[in-house]
Antibody, heavy 118, light 110 residues
Framework: QVQLQESGPGLVKPSETLSLTCTVSGGSISTHYWSWIRQPPGKGLEWIGY???????NYNPSLKSRLTISRDTSKSQFALRLSSVTAADTAIYYCAKVGGTLDTFDFWGQGTMVTVSS | QSALTQPASVSGSPGQSITISCTGT?????????VSWYQQHPVKAPKLVIY???NRPSGVSNRFSGSQSGNTASLTISGLQAEDEADYFCSSYTSSSTAVFGGGTKLTVV
């Protein structure tokens, strides 16, 4: 059973960089695809980006200029960095495992709330 | 990429059936048989209930079923139970090799 756990600061100042880590257990990040997804308070889900088993990535076009997703296979972790944040980036951030197709997210972390505020 | 369109809310009584629609375009829903559905209870992470239009993951009740016609996918829940009250989101693969979600539908069991 794959398990995911997000970690990182809960508060980030405007214009700074949001950094989160997802720690994976029960599955190899080198043999599956992974994703970050966010949910602003009281709103819907927004797909952020993929990390492929090759280490390649694909990003939401609306976030691409500010976004980096990377991995540390030795720690079984992958990370999200979102630069120049604003209040619009306030959300619960989830990491998830991609299932058989790229629209399917079959295992999710519990989510971590990140607030952008001075 | 624009979010898929879902009704904001639906409701039903215990034992009834309800259907939630998810409308996209030929660049996402209509172009592929790759639509998933997620159930989200308050302050919980989403849970996959349907994948590839009409497949149920292990452990998901057979009261959940999916279908697709053109640019619209649908989730049907039969024999409605109180525990089904939750938010439901659809997702689709897109022609840009990305994913897109619907805006979400709040299901109330009255």
């Amino acid at each position: 059973q794959v398990q995911l756990q997000e970690s990182g600061p809960g508060l980030v100042k405007p214009s700074e960089t949001l950094s989160l880590t997802c720690t994976v257990s029960g599955g190899s990040i080198s043999t599956h695809y992974w994703s970050w997804i966010r949910q602003p308070p009281g709103k819907g889900l927004e797909w952020i980006g993929y990390l492929f088993s090759s280490g390649g990535t694909n990003y939401n076009p609306s976030l691409k200029s500010r976004l980096t997703i990377s991995r540390d296979t030795s720690k079984s972790q992958f990370a999200l960095r979102l630069s120049s944040v604003t209040a619009a980036d306030t959300a619960i951030y989830y990491c998830a495992k991609v299932g058989g197709t790229l629209d399917t997210f079959d295992f999710w972390g519990q989510g971590t709330m990140v607030t952008v505020s001075s | 990429q624009s979010a898929l369109t879902q009704p904001a809310s639906v409701s039903g009584s215990p034992g009834q059936s309800i259907t939630i629609s998810c409308t996209g375009t030929s660049s996402d829903v209509g172009g592929y048989n790759y639509v998933s559905w997620y159930q989200q209870h308050p302050v919980k992470a989403p849970k996959l209930v349907i994948y590839e239009v009409n497949n149920r993951p292990s452990g998901v009740s057979n009261r959940f079923s999916g279908s697709q016609s053109g640019n619209t996918a649908s989730l049907t829940i039969s024999g409605l139970q109180a525990e089904d009250e939750a938010d439901y989101f659809c997702s689709s693969y897109t022609s840009s090799s990305t994913a897109v979600f619907g805006g979400g539908t709040k299901l109330t069991v009255v």
